[in-house]
């Protein structure tokens, strides 16, 4: 299913809004084009509850680990100091461990950071997103109300004609 429409069907569009009888009802193929419309909004907004499920379960993992990290970091911190008071001959592995998760929690920081980056930028391209729809919708109304406006003007003109010829033909 393509969102994106050739020109001969946007033609054709154009053409079903301009045959849009006094009425006021749509053609099938405009009912078609809601449905679709409303199929990919329902589909969008499936996505992005998908994401923003996904994205809480990254943040959950990603607090988990910190929480881990730190946690271990203070376990490590208490066996230090009390290898220390005891003079352990493994003093400088436990000391390389030690290095070693201070650099993974540094390493953990900035990933926090470009995630929050991340998901505030995935926040504004959804705005901009639903902004730019809103400006669509309401171009969408306008267009539809300068057309009808427009054949109701042609209407008009149209009577005033057939009048026009229907009061020269009853003349002698």
């Known amino acids: 299913m393509g969102l994106v429409c050739s020109s001969r069907e946007e033609m054709q569009k154009m053409k079903n809004l301009g045959s849009i009888g006094s009425s006021g009802r749509l053609s099938a193929e405009e009912y078609e084009d809601e ?46 100091e009390e290898l220390e008071v005891l003079d352990d001959p493994m003093r400088k592995e436990v000391a390389m461990l030690r290095k070693k998760i201070d650099l993974a929690n540094r390493d953990l920081k900035p990933l926090g950071l470009n995630y929050q980056k991340k998901e505030k930028e995935c926040k504004e391209a959804l705005e901009a997103f639903n902004e730019k729809n809103k400006e669509k919708a309401h171009l969408v109304a306008t267009l539809v109300e300068m057309l009808t406006e427009s054949e109701r003007m042609r209407m008009k003109k149209l009577d005033e004609l057939c009048k026009t010829i229907e009061s020269l033909s009853l003349k002698p």
Request: aromatic residues 4%; charged residues 45%.
């Open 35 to 80: 449905d679709i419309s409303k199929l990919a909004i329902s589909t969008f907004q499936s996505k992005e509850e998908e994401i923003e499920r996904k994205k809480m379960e990254v943040r959950e993992k990603v607090e988990l680990q910190l929480g881990r990290a730190e946690e271990e970091t203070r376990r490590l911190a208490h066996i230090w």
